[in-house]
């Protein structure tokens, strides 16, 4: 009988698309993939380590697990990802449970290390972050009609509040033959929407030959048969050129949702995060997209409670969130992160009065969104069959407004039963709350 090998992804999506090629290649040796976690011989946590509570999330999960192999229900425990590569010697220190402890640059070789976990050895292997694999054969973990698609790993922006330059290396693009080739291969397997990501897509191929950058490979995506949607998730706004809002505007698949984190409004907050900009430029760029691209969604994120953020620069912040009316909108409580220059800096925020803030702003955007939903009621959407729910009697999906994962749902009813993957036009009668709710259109 096969081993059986479980994986817990957490964290990002392309900290997913991390766990989907180790899941081939533990396939291709010959391991059985088992769903259910917790029955398995064998599971794999592929951590996340960017933010506090992600870091806890990811402790919890081996706990649990360590729990079930310590009562003799689970033979052996991988740690992988963020946390593992972050926290090399506190994770092996401080949780000898885990059997393999593997940073992100040993990736390829998850088979062996099973292998030898099974066989009674502790294995703690590290190497080069630039070892990482962007490439190989995949095995989907979510819904079959959509898939993320990495074009590069790591970050050089060097944001004075994040790990990530430190946990994933330097910025380091995809060859675009690459993407396409595993584009093709992902369509030719049934997907239908394609979901672009790296920590900053904008910055895509200025490490490869000249002609590579992001709007030569979205036009080349977009050629491709099969594809239906093309979503461009984390456009850094600094570099969303006339010529990127071109392309958004022109290609057909390319769905009109744009995801930009901004953190912030304020000029010297932003500076003090090493981002370029301020309030006068970020409402210019809103504008300039709105009125290009008819229709447009924004989504971004923000951070409250920077170290030496007023009230007065959180009130400009509120403010703002009110004035660029964000369609979709996340916000964080500062977390302040062991080696970035910002943990060091003065000026400390309180996390009681973080976490406040944060949950004022999402308070603020909850206004904003429910007369966003109203609006929409009378209208009619293309929506992506996800499920169906019983408990309310309705199957459930997205526009092209929600990105998987993380946006709104619709729900809607149907005289015919329906598939996942399916696209079909909903006209929105309701909105409860954050979501929207209608019918199929017969």
């Known amino acids: 009988m096969a081993t059986r090998v479980g994986?817990?992804?957490?964290?990002?999506?392309?900290?997913?698309?991390?766990?989907?090629?180790?899941?081939?290649?533990?396939?291709?040796?010959?391991?059985?993939?088992?769903?259910?976690?917790?029955?398995?011989?064998?599971?794999?946590?592929?951590?996340?380590?960017?933010?506090?509570?992600?870091?806890?999330?990811?402790?919890?999960?081996?706990?649990?697990?360590?729990?079930?192999?310590?009562?003799?229900?689970?033979?052996?425990?991988?740690?992988?990802?963020?946390?593992?590569?972050?926290?090399?010697?506190?994770?092996?220190?401080?949780?000898?449970?885990?059997?393999?402890?593997?940073?992100?640059?040993?990736?390829?070789?998850?088979?062996?290390?099973?292998?030898?976990?099974?066989?009674?050895?502790?294995?703690?292997?590290?190497g080069p972050k630039e070892d990482l694999p962007l490439s190989g054969e995949r095995i989907l973990s979510n819904l079959p009609f959509f898939a993320y698609l990495k074009i590069a790993d790591g970050c050089s922006n060097c944001c004075s509040y994040c790990a990530i330059p430190m946990i994933r290396g330097r910025y380091r693009s995809r060859p675009?033959?690459?993407?396409?080739?595993?584009?093709?291969?992902?369509?030719?397997?049934?997907?239908?929407?394609?979901?672009?990501?790296?920590?900053?897509?904008?910055?895509?191929?200025?490490?490869?030959?000249?002609?590579?950058?992001?709007?030569?490979?979205?036009?080349?995506?977009?050629?491709?048969?099969?594809?239906?949607?093309?979503?461009?998730?984390?456009?850094?706004?600094?570099?969303?050129?006339?010529?990127?809002?071109?392309?958004?505007?022109?290609?057909?698949?390319?769905?009109?949702?744009?995801?930009?984190?901004?953190?912030?409004c304020s000029a010297d907050i932003l500076h003090a995060m090493n981002r370029p900009g301020d309030r006068e430029s970020l409402l210019s760029l809103i504008a300039r997209l709105r009125e290009r691209i008819p229709g447009v969604v924004l989504r971004t994120t923000l951070i409250c409670g920077f170290p030496g953020e007023t009230e007065e620069q959180f009130e400009e912040l509120c403010q703002f969130v009110g004035e660029a009316r964000f369609e979709r909108l996340g916000c964080f409580a500062y977390s302040p992160e062991e080696g970035t220059p910002a943990a060091s800096f003065g000026g400390q925020v309180d996390e009681e009065i973080r976490r406040r803030r944060a949950d004022l702003i999402m308070e603020r955007q909850y206004s904003v969104?429910?007369?966003?939903?109203?609006?929409?009621?009378?209208?009619?959407?293309?929506?992506?069959?996800?499920?169906?729910?019983?408990?309310?009697?309705?199957?459930?999906?997205?526009?092209?407004?929600?990105?998987?994962?993380?946006?709104?749902?619709t729900f809607f009813d149907s005289e015919k039963p329906l598939r996942i993957g399916d696209y079909m036009k909903v006209r929105i009668e309701s909105t409860i709350d954050y979501d929207l709710f209608g019918t199929v259109e017969e």
């Open 176 to 264: 675009m033959q690459e993407i396409l080739d595993e584009a093709k291969w992902l369509l030719e397997s049934g997907v239908t929407e394609l979901n672009l990501v790296a920590q900053d897509p904008t910055r895509y191929g200025e490490d490869l030959s000249e002609g590579n950058n992001l709007c030569t490979l979205v036009r080349e995506l977009c050629r491709l048969p099969g594809l239906k949607w093309l979503r461009l998730l984390y456009l850094y706004p600094e570099r969303i050129t006339d010529e990127l809002i071109d392309v958004i505007a022109s290609e057909e698949k390319v769905v009109n949702y744009i995801d930009m984190p901004i953190q912030h």
């Open 369 to 409: 969104m429910e007369a966003q939903n109203e609006a929409l009621v009378g209208q009619t959407l293309e929506v992506v069959v996800e499920g169906y729910d019983k408990y309310a009697g309705s199957y459930f999906g997205r526009s092209y407004m929600d990105a998987p994962d993380i946006d709104t749902k």
């Open 7 to 126: 994986m817990v992804s957490l964290g990002c999506a392309k900290n997913q698309v991390d766990s989907e090629i180790m899941l081939a290649l533990l396939r291709q040796n010959g391991f059985e993939l088992c769903t259910e976690a917790g029955l398995c011989d064998v599971v794999i946590i592929n951590t996340c380590g960017f933010i506090e509570d992600a870091k806890r999330e990811s402790i919890e999960n081996i706990l649990e697990f360590c729990t079930l192999k310590n009562e003799g229900r689970i033979k052996a425990v991988v740690v992988t990802g963020c946390l593992a590569e972050r926290y090399r010697e506190e994770v092996a220190k401080e949780i000898p449970e885990a059997d393999v402890i593997l940073g992100i640059g040993k990736n390829a070789e998850i088979v062996e290390a099973v292998r030898r976990a099974l066989r009674g050895e502790r294995v703690m292997e590290f």
